[in-house]
């Protein structure tokens, strides 16, 4: 981006906020304090959008805004960036620093990817399942950043090392991202998103929310999905029939690892344990009402600066190495989007919309969800998955609140499409096209993928709505 459009989209976020604030709420069309809040969504929805900062910047402007402007009470914003869920995903960050240094992180996926045969189809299939199975387990963004590398030197090795150019690499990558962002929406444990969701969720009920009640509600919508984008993606044509010697690439390369060191066992127990721990939450939450999964993933990995690695005689991860494996942006971003959700909610600004809409004599049911879905699903592809359970999710609980509607099934059928982007080159796929993939390409293959994938989100959403 040049100096001068950057300049552009640097001032008219702030113009937006100020037109709102002024033209809606010194007129009187709406609560002024509501205004400024509609104006900070607006605002960061469109740095979100045009970047003319990295957005993890843009997840700062609610304490900036509202040390200036007041709207609520900045230990509300504030709090926001030191919650239970920035330490759950801190603490899930801790449990897995240390795999890539132990080399469990590869182990895993070629142990997965040892199973791939030669043909296209089964490239396909197995790298999407097992970015689906995996991203069950982890944020979705770790497991493209594991998996994109590993399928580049599987294609250098079968004699492809222009990734550009080779016919056999869209599909595969395509594969890794989409299959990352169906599982992702399985458990919470898929990324920021999710967590974000249950923060909203805890807020509207004022109670904790079990884990266990995410995978009940999401597991038909992922399985769903899982199948309608793989089977289309296996009726493409495709141009390349087979990658010969791929299945031994991967056999040899698991093989080179040797047998599973102690160190990887302690990591992997370690994470089993956490995620273990946070569904089985309803059988000991009355004897252990403090140890909610945020800090049991907290506890379990701080073990690792405690633990002694077996092979090097020094802890399993050090601060150093903490510093440089945390993903601190992802934690920026997603306490910016809770801190947006305070301002929206404390502003007055939700129930504004919400009577707005209301207005639209929107009644609940069917229509209702295709909206919801195709605004999340629109605020992911343009930005990101948590930014858009940030803008999106307040706005829902506000709507179905006001039209005295169970806001729950209408937030997972929103979590639903929320939870899925395929078409532009940003957040996850970013990282695929950084290593190769086409944007032109990853553009025309998505869209049948994202219209099917969108109709099972409604359909499952909505049937969600009815039981």
Request: hydrophobic share 55%.
């Amino acid at each position: 981006m040049d100096n001068k459009k950057r300049l552009v989209h640097l001032c008219l976020g702030p113009i937006l906020f100020m037109l709102v604030s002024i033209c809606f709420g010194k007129t009187g069309l709406i609560d002024y304090n509501a205004a400024k809040g509609i104006g900070t969504a607006l605002w960061m929805i469109y740095w979100w959008v045009t970047r003319p900062v990295d957005i993890t910047v843009t997840a700062l402007l609610p304490g900036v805004i509202n040390a200036i402007f007041s709207i609520v009470p900045m230990e509300d914003v504030i709090s926001q960036y030191a919650s239970s869920s920035i330490i759950l995903i801190f603490g899930s960050c801790l449990l897995t620093a240390p795999w890539a240094e132990i080399g469990l992180d590869r182990r895993i996926s070629l142990k997965a990817l040892s199973l791939i045969g030669p043909s296209m189809k089964s490239q396909i299939t197995v790298w999407l399942l097992a970015a689906v199975v995996l991203s069950n387990m982890m944020p979705n963004v770790v497991v493209v950043a594991i998996f994109t590398p590993i399928a580049v030197s599987m294609l250098a090795a079968a004699g492809y090392e222009d990734i550009k150019k080779c016919e056999a690499a869209t599909p595969i990558l395509c594969a890794i991202a989409w299959g990352s962002q169906v599982g992702g929406a399985g458990t919470p444990l898929g990324g920021a998103m999710n967590i974000t969701a249950i923060s909203f969720i805890e807020e509207y009920t004022g109670q904790e929310f079990m884990y266990i009640d995410w995978l009940k509600n999401m597991l038909p919508y992922t399985i769903i999905a899982t199948v309608v984008v793989l089977v289309t993606m296996l009726l493409q044509p495709l141009k390349t029939d087979s990658l010969s010697g791929t299945k031994e690439y991967f056999e040899k390369c698991y093989a080179q690892l040797g047998p599973m060191k102690k160190d990887e066992k302690i990591s992997l127990v370690l994470f089993i344990t956490a995620m273990l721990g946070s569904f089985i939450r309803p059988l000991y939450a009355d004897i252990l009402p403090g140890l909610v999964p945020a800090y049991l993933f907290l506890i379990l990995g701080f073990l690792n600066f405690v633990i002694v690695s077996a092979e090097k005689k020094e802890m399993l991860l050090t601060w150093d190495r903490a510093q440089r494996e945390v993903m601190w942006g992802m934690l920026l971003l997603f306490a910016g989007g809770l801190a947006l959700g305070q301002i929206l909610t404390g502003s007055g600004a939700n129930d504004t919309i919400a009577n707005m809409i209301s207005a639209a004599h929107i009644t609940g049911g069917l229509g209702t969800v295709v909206i919801f879905a195709v605004f999340a699903c629109v605020v992911s592809e343009m930005t990101n998955s948590t930014v858009s359970a940030a803008v999106t999710l307040p706005i829902v609980i506000g709507v179905t609140n006001k039209l005295g509607l169970d806001s729950l099934p209408y937030v997972f059928a929103t979590a639903m499409a929320m939870n899925y982007e395929s078409l532009l080159p940003v957040s996850v796929r970013a990282i695929s096209v950084s290593y190769g993939l086409d944007p032109a390409k990853l553009m025309k293959n998505g869209i049948l993928v994202t219209f099917l994938r969108m109709l099972v989100a409604i359909g499952v959403g909505y049937v969600s709505i009815l039981i």
